[in-house]
């Protein structure tokens, strides 16, 4: 498993740091390939700072990225702890910092963790994929053994969305730059749309079909 991957345009680095996710996308390439850009990314144990910062330092002059971006075959916010402790040494090169996310931080820590993420993270892409809650159980079908469901009162897909939903919204309170993404291949050209005014209402105006 490799902590730091290029992928695409070379002064852009991505973070891999955990393969735990919270959802079990019917789309997601982990299902496919072992990874991206020459880099193997799936397996293995997570990172400490130590052992994110060497792999950093292996890609090369650390000055050259303009962007180092937290996404790789897990979701990164599993790796809180992490974001937090490696934002002032990322920021040394200069690079602005972008969070690529579920949105189910808060229902993973069963907490607020936007404010952490806010001082940490300059960006955000909130993966948006569906127009509702039916939808977003068939694309994305959130695993209920990952998903904190105390005394089990709720369906774990509802759960999963209305988080995704809510740390959507309030995104633009604590970062600089906030988008919402789909994956377009798995939705038609009315759901697209309906995503793209979904995250219009939520206060949310750069979208992304990817």
């Known amino acids: 498993?490799?902590?730091?991957?290029?992928?695409?345009?070379?002064?852009?680095?991505?973070?891999?740091?955990?393969?735990?996710c919270t959802n079990r996308c019917?789309?997601?390439v982990r299902y496919k390939t072992e990874g991206l850009g020459g880099s193997v990314l799936w397996g293995g144990m997570e990172p400490d700072l130590a052992?994110?910062?060497?792999?950093?330092l292996a890609r090369g002059d650390f000055e050259k990225f303009r962007e180092i971006v937290w996404c790789g075959y897990g979701e990164p916010t599993y790796r809180l702890d992490l974001i937090g402790q490696a934002a002032s040494w990322l920021r040394r090169c200069g690079a602005k910092i972008r969070l690529n996310t579920n949105g189910h931080a808060c229902l993973i820590h069963g907490r607020d963790v936007l404010p952490?993420?806010?001082?940490?993270?300059?960006?955000?892409?909130v993966s948006l994929n569906a127009p509702n809650a039916r939808r977003y159980e068939e694309l994305c079908r959130p695993d209920a053994g990952s998903i904190p469901n105390p005394g089990g009162k709720a369906r774990p897909e509802l759960l999963a969305w209305d988080a995704m939903l809510d740390f959507l919204w309030r995104a633009?309170?604590?970062?600089?730059?906030?988008?919402?993404?789909?994956?377009?291949?798995t939705l038609s050209t009315e759901e697209i749309e309906s995503c793209r005014l979904l995250a219009r209402s939520l206060?949310?105006?750069?979208?992304?079909v990817r």
């Open 203 to 208: 206060g949310v105006k750069q979208f992304r």
């Open 26 to 28: 019917s789309f997601c």
């Open 1 to 20: 498993m490799e902590y730091a991957y290029i992928y695409g345009d070379v002064r852009r680095l991505y973070l891999n740091v955990t393969n735990r």
């Open 51 to 56: 052992m994110l910062q060497a792999s950093v």
């Open 116 to 125: 952490e993420l806010g001082k940490a993270v300059d960006a955000v892409s």
């Open 172 to 185: 633009p309170v604590y970062f600089e730059n906030v988008q919402a993404s789909v994956v377009g291949f």
